[in-house]
């Protein structure tokens, strides 16, 4: 079983940067490959990053690639997504995400066991 507590949302202006953590519950952290989701008003939930258990492999959704960075702390149970040059567009709650199992699909959320309540990302244009 693992928790996931997002933090660091906010309200920012298009060009800002935020910083988002999620932190999480039990030993076994280091063992879960972690993603990043959003879901914007009225739209489903989409795929933003997903990192690997050591953290040596990254997949950034391609609009975000380049802005967005996923990177994760393993000796804090912490994931974080570093998000850079804002747009409107991004506007969305940001919910993390733990899975165990290797070898499925990094943006499907049913490869996701575990998720975050979500933080809210608001960015003004």
């Known amino acids: 079983q693992v928790q996931l507590v997002e933090s660091g949302g906010g309200l920012v202006q298009a060009g800002g940067s935020l910083r988002l953590s999620c932190a999480a519950s039990?030993?076994?952290?280091?063992?879960?490959?972690m993603g990043w989701f959003r879901q914007a008003p009225g739209k489903d939930r989409e795929f933003v990053a997903h990192?690997?258990?050591?953290?040596?492999?990254?997949y950034p959704k391609d609009s975000v690639r380049g802005r967005f960075t996923i990177s994760r702390d393993n000796a804090k149970n912490t994931v974080y997504l570093q998000m850079n040059s804002l747009k409107p567009d991004d506007t969305a709650v940001y919910y993390c995400?733990?899975?165990?199992?290797?070898?499925?699909?990094?943006?499907?959320?049913?490869?996701?066991?575990?998720w975050g309540q979500g933080t809210q990302v608001t960015v003004s244009s």
């Open positions: 995400a733990a899975g165990a199992r290797n070898g499925l699909p990094v943006g499907r959320i049913m490869t996701y066991d575990y």
């Open positions: 039990g030993s076994t952290f280091s063992s879960y490959f």
């Open positions: 990192i690997n258990p050591s953290g040596g492999q990254t």
